[in-house]
């Protein structure tokens, strides 16, 4: 991971007593290695994991130097392959370069040049977390808001309507943050800023529904499965040391078998107890291929320092209900500098039955909260807000596609998946940078160009391992669920899974402790109620006056009451997440005071 801040000031003595005070606060874990560089009014400082991909470039200019700092691993349209910061400094600083080039990957960079300004870009799908401020001939940049309150120009306020866009939509909306005029960069854009003058440039557009395959079924499934290959081989090509974070479901075991050969002997790593079906699951995919594995229990007391780490570095932008992959990072430290992971991966499959804006985001698929209960919430002038950003978020998503099927998973890549499971690999590049085949805008466009009913459910995904990978189809498979059937079960297995299932079920009510009756990995580890959890909230409860002014005392409480106290739920996963935005708020005020 790279944690950076970058500034514009024409001003030297403000821009250098920034710096002075922003660049020693960057490396907010052990271990972490530092950099910076410099040229006229900009600079730009940054701390990233010890073995994490970085690269500087410097030239010289007409009026001074240009600097190019590429985080990651940024690679252009085959064959061209993958990219250096020189080679962004040449894309990016042409004199004719109207629309920023995009590129595949997991990268964030930056390039500065006196002549033209400054461009800053990320992957395509804007997970790697990229903040801007402009305030007239200012300009504040970083992979954090952070650090912005520290330069004497940028506000340190609330921005009210920032924080009832996240808690409408998970997310950022419209880019605004929880601080006024600080602004996350859209995905598929790129950021000009010259002059005093910032814009956001779209430089990829996912494919419509116009544009469709017009094959039949198997030849679209034939063309996702060349398309997929390819994406590994560009992203995880051979000869590159890398690891493989592992689960027990499809995302990674596809990936496991795309690799090939080269899978045995890979350092594979899986979270959880061996006891858990993600646990076991995964041992047999990694026993299968003669992977090295290690199964890591993360500790539940962590929870506490990790959920102070994301309320301040993120903001909110991560969400708040998986801090505990913060965790992950000191046993990532153990597998090579490169990671091979299926997050996002399910994101392009989802679909929902009912496409119409009111059902994509009643209380049963949103992860915010819906119109009527955040009015009992907040308070006024707060409260008054609501409308208006709600009638925007309608509004953007109906733009997202002339289709209505494609609205839902459209909206969501720009919001659920770049906060929930986008928000991970930013943290896990503290240990080992990310390899994500998926951020690839050929196979982007591949999967665009389906019909909706071949990928959803995970339909052409099952049949590629059933079809192509039998062997891999053929073990158990976690489904976060008691139901471990595989995909190409044996007869005998097949007879017996509805009674497997049962036993597992009742075994889990039987058990002595909590901890011990659930073995299903995420159920245990985002349950609000578990002991890391309610440490978690023991942490924050000393703050929740801080939030006085935009709650109202009584409804918080009811959805977020005394760590002693149970929180009711019908589902450990999906009902926690409106609950720890707002304990991650109550961490995030307290340092923030509103």
Known sequence: MANFIAVVDPDATRRRAFLATAAPLLPLLPELRTGDALSGDFAVAWAAGSRAPVDVHSAAASDGTSVTVLWGDALAAAPTGRMAARDIAAAWGAADCAIPDAFDGFFAALHFDA?????????????????YASIGDVLLLGSSPELFRHHPLAPARLDAGGLVGHLLSFGALEGRTLLQGVQRLAPRCALRWSGGTVREIPNYVIPSASSQHAGSLNDQVMMLDEQYAAAVARHAPSGMDIGMLLSGGRDTRLLCGYLGGRAEGMRALTFGRRSDYEVRTASTVARALRMQHAVVALPSDDLPGNGLLQARWEHLGGGFSNVHMWSAIAPLRALPSRV??????????????????DAVFSSTFNRGFVDATLRRLLRAPLRDLIEARSTRMHAMYLATSEQAAERPWRFQLSHYARTHPGGVPWRLSFGAWPVLPILDRTLLNAIASVPLDTVAARAAQDRILRERFPRLARLPLDRNDFDTEPLVPSPLRHRLNHRIVSVRRWAAHVGLTAGERERRYYYRTYDINAQGWRGLRAAAEPHREAVDAIFDMDELRRWLPSPSLHIAQRDSIHDGFRVKTLLGLMLWAAEHPL
């Open 115 to 131: 002549q033209f300004g400054v461009t800053m870009g990320g992957d395509v799908f804007g997970i790697f977390p990229l903040y």
């Open 340 to 357: 091979l992971t299926g997050y996002l991966r399910e994101s392009l499959d989802f679909r929902l039955p009912d496409s119409a804006f």
